[in-house]
């Protein structure tokens, strides 16, 4: 059996936060789409997203991989709950699964496969959908046993607990559940799962009567630390004596200080320090420095509105929503953000007391934006990975410079040639905060 | 000036030589003109007149030959070879290629893949769609799609002229019918003709530039697909340019003793339209490996000259050169094939191998080839 993730048309509306990252490797509990099928089929899955994130995130034998003289299982990279997934496997050859017009799922034979990858590959799923539908059974999941499915960027935020508490199945196969004598570790409920060489220092509180908690081996929990369920906490993650409350997520070689509340941390990335994180989305490598806070909140209790790159400003209808920081973005201390912000790949903020709500991928300052120049961004990159004992790959590279030169168009017209004192000419990047701000608002 | 500078750009492919030359005449021409001493006008006169005429000779020739070598090629545009290759690269969108064949001949044709914006070969109704992908993956081959004309496989039966029946992938390991040939293929389940095409597929076929036949075996790689009612539709109603790539040799069981002309026949037979044109491999092959051939029942499939029907000129032909139309198709000669060495070994003997030399299509040849003609045609 073939097993492939792919993306399908709603890619767009997740664009700022999947501008370097297919949509299958967005956290949501414990796992990522593509882990959690992974998990629960016992077989490696294959990647089928855009492009430009084929390189490093498709197999490396492109489409050759993609067939074997076995079924294939396709499974839709937007839906966060697989139960439907062992009941697909079972179904014979050429069968479809739908919810709400969506194609979720299918096991088809290669030759089927090879009418409908084409499409999938554009990440055309309705034309593959309407495809099979004339040469598979089609199977209709309805009420309760359609899957939860990402949509916009917040439905990883409203999804994240009750994920996590879907995942109870997956993970507590997996982890252990804690027993300790240590009156230094205090416990509350019973679902607590500790994987082997997680090192618990008291006195800290484990509260899982809201839910469960999972801590993979490897993390380090620090003294004085408070984690409330349901939660996550990845392999070699460090909690730096930090309170982590309910619906929390947080992906593997974190460090993690300061308030955390109904956040998704993707991996790789820092938060060491005070300040508050809450109803969030961190990408790989993000940096947040010491007491940057984000509101969640309106004054007004109004839903918090977001503009999503190529579609304009819209209204999330949720009352509690953070801030998506999308991967390696790296804020300064100090900086308030407010509900709903949405910082692009790679940006770098620092030296304001707001940062701006909408800030496009590869921007560089505070009160002065530019365009930050991808080959200091690759040199950064790779001096931060190295800290983390990741390489810098050359397709991830080239992933980067790809994201870096199609969100170039969205830094509008940053770019301006200065004139250097020598007389030379340079290219530069610079652009006002309003000039941004304009430009964000001519796009929404 | 946006116009000028765009255009003069266009030459920037050959600037260098360009460059070069131009410094060659005006060198050549200043020593012929000192050697000889002409005396046309005072020295400075002289001197300014023949940097002015030198210059605006040179300007024209380089503003006339940014027109005319860089222009990009349609039917329009006589071009002599030399102007082709520019031309051919400056000609836009690359075609859409759909290649129907199966097979080593298929992947032969793969390295074709890199030269298209698109090429989507359809692979015959009996084989597994996963084993090209292999293959591809294998040889790294780029920008290729390979997908199947029905939803499932279908069996193809091959029915010979002694009434031997036989499913046709299995008729070249047959060493008792290889004196024969096939006379009917067909699918073993009638109903399968009905097959819907995939939409893919149909897509593929009505948006293509050119549909090319082969290489690869006539019965088991070329003609399967004409089985199914809506592909044959598909590919006999598309506009595309239907180009078939003979076999080199015939093939023992399959098409014993056929010619060019015959080839085209039985594509004509089961499809319901004769390719607009047909390569066939002019390369005569030596003594030794047509005595091994001919031992497997096997003989080169040449152009001969009693299959001469009718006379076509091709657009861009120099000189009027008139081509062969057999059944309506445009025949035409080309180096195609490479001799090359094949080591094989027997199931009797599997671990003693010999080394026989063997044609085969050239993948750099039949791709050269054929891009010329879908540029010229």
Redesign the interface.
């Known amino acids: 059996m073939t097993l492939i993730v792919f993306e399908d048309e709603h890619w767009r509306n997740l664009a700022v936060i999947t501008q370097a990252r297919p949509v299958f490797e967005l956290r949501c509990g414990g796992y990522t789409v593509r882990e959690r099928a992974a998990a629960m089929t016992g077989m490696a899955a294959l990647g089928m997203a855009r492009a430009h994130l084929m390189g490093y995130y498709g197999p490396p034998?492109?489409?050759?991989?993609?067939?074997?003289?076995e079924p294939t299982v396709l499974v839709n990279g937007r839906c966060l709950g697989l139960d439907w997934l062992p009941r697909l496997l079972a179904e014979p050859v050429?069968t479809v699964y739908l919810a709400d017009g969506d194609l979720i799922g299918a096991r088809l034979?290669?030759?089927?496969?090879?009418?409908?990858l084409?499409?999938l590959r554009d990440q055309q799923a309705a034309?593959a959908r309407?495809?099979l539908a004339?040469?598979?059974r089609v199977v209709e999941l309805c009420g309760a046993d359609a899957p939860a499915r990402i949509v916009y960027p917040w439905d990883l935020i409203g999804q994240s607990g009750e994920q996590i508490v879907r995942d109870l199945p997956l993970l507590s196969a997996r982890l252990p559940a804690y027993v300790s004598n240590d009156p230094s570790v205090v416990l509350r409920g019973t679902s607590i799962f500790v994987g082997p060489g997680a090192r618990l220092d008291g006195p800290l509180v484990l509260d899982a009567r809201d839910g469960p908690i999972f801590i993979e081996g490897g993390a380090h929990i620090e003294p004085f630390s408070f984690i409330q369920g349901p939660a996550y906490i990845g392999a070699g993650t460090l909690i730096a004596s930090a309170r982590i409350r309910g619906e929390t997520s947080i992906g593997p070689v974190c460090r993690i200080g300061g308030e955390v509340e109904a956040s998704i941390v993707q991996g790789y990335a820092n938060k060491h320090h005070d300040g508050f994180l809450g109803h969030s989305w961190l990408g790989e490598w993000v940096n947040i420095g010491a007491m940057t806070t984000n509101s969640d909140l309106k004054n007004n209790y109004g839903s918090v509105r977001m503009a999503l790159d190529g579609i304009g400003q819209l209204d999330s209808g949720v009352l509690k929503l953070g801030c998506f920081l999308a991967d390696h973005v790296k804020l300064g201390i100090g900086l308030h953000l407010n509900g709903g912000t949405v910082i692009g790949t790679a940006s770098n903020i620092f030296g304001v007391h707001s940062a701006p709500k909408t800030v496009p991928a590869f921007t560089w300052g505070g009160e002065v934006f530019r365009e930050y120049r991808i080959d200091t961004m690759i040199s950064v990159t790779r001096t931060v990975m190295g800290r983390r004992k990741r390489e810098l790959s050359p397709a991830y590279e080239a992933l980067l410079r790809a994201v870096f030169d199609m969100t170039r168009p969205s830094r509008g017209d940053m770019s301006v040639r200065l004139q250097m004192s020598d007389g030379r000419i340079r290219d530069d990047h610079l652009a006002t905060l309003g000039a941004e701000k304009d430009s964000s608002l001519r796009s929404a | 000036m946006r116009t000028i500078s765009r255009r003069l750009a266009r030459i920037g492919y050959i600037i260098v030589p360009l460059a070069l030359s131009a410094v060659g005449i005006a060198t050549l021409l200043f020593g012929v003109v000192s050697l000889l001493a002409i005396q046309i006008a005072p020295l400075v006169w002289r001197d300014a007149l023949l940097t002015l005429g030198g210059f605006a000779a040179l300007s024209s020739g380089i503003w006339q030959l940014s027109g005319r070598v860089m222009q990009p090629i349609n039917q329009n545009t006589p071009s002599p070879d030399g102007e082709l290759v520019y031309g051919f690269l400056q000609s836009g969108k690359p075609p859409q290629v759909v290649v129907l064949s199966g097979g080593a001949g298929m992947l032969v044709l793969s390295s074709l893949g890199g030269h298209v914006s698109r090429m989507t070969c359809i692979v015959p109704v009996q084989d597994p769609v996963e084993y090209y992908y292999r293959a591809a993956g294998l040889f790294n081959f780029q920008n290729v799609y390979y997908v199947t004309p029905a939803p499932a496989p279908l069996e193809v039966v091959a029915t010979l002229d002694n009434g031997t029946v036989a499913d046709v992938r299995h008729l070249a390991l047959n060493q008792q019918i290889a004196e024969h040939h096939v006379a009917r293929l067909a699918l073993r389940d009638p109903a399968g003709a009905v097959t819907p095409l995939p939409r893919l597929v149909a897509e593929t076929i009505r948006d293509a530039d050119a549909i090319i036949l082969g290489p690869g075996s006539l019965f088991e790689s070329v003609i399967p697909n004409m089985l199914i009612d809506a592909f044959r539709e598909a590919v006999s109603t598309s506009a595309a340019r239907k180009l078939y790539i003979c076999n080199l040799m015939t093939e023992p069981g399959r098409t014993t003793g056929f010619s060019v002309a015959d080839h085209i026949r039985e594509i004509k037979r089961y499809a319901g339209f004769a390719p607009d044109y047909v390569l066939v491999n002019a390369q005569r092959i030596n003594s030794d490996v047509h005595r091994l051939y001919a031992a497997a029942h096997q003989s080169p499939v040449y152009l001969s000259p009693e299959e001469y029907e009718e006379t076509a000129v091709l657009p861009g032909d120099r000189d009027g050169q008139r081509r062969l139309v057999i059944e309506g198709s445009v025949v035409i000669e080309a180096d195609l094939a490479s001799s090359v060495i094949q080591y094989t070994a027997t199931l009797d003997n599997p671990d003693q191998s010999r080394a026989v030399h063997v044609l085969r299509h050239d993948a750099d040849k039949l791709t050269a080839t054929v891009l010329e003609l879908l540029r010229r045609t």
């Open positions: 034998g492109g489409l050759a991989a993609m067939y074997s003289g050429n034979t290669p030759a089927l496969t090879s009418a409908v084409y499409y034309d309407d495809e004339r040469f598979a």
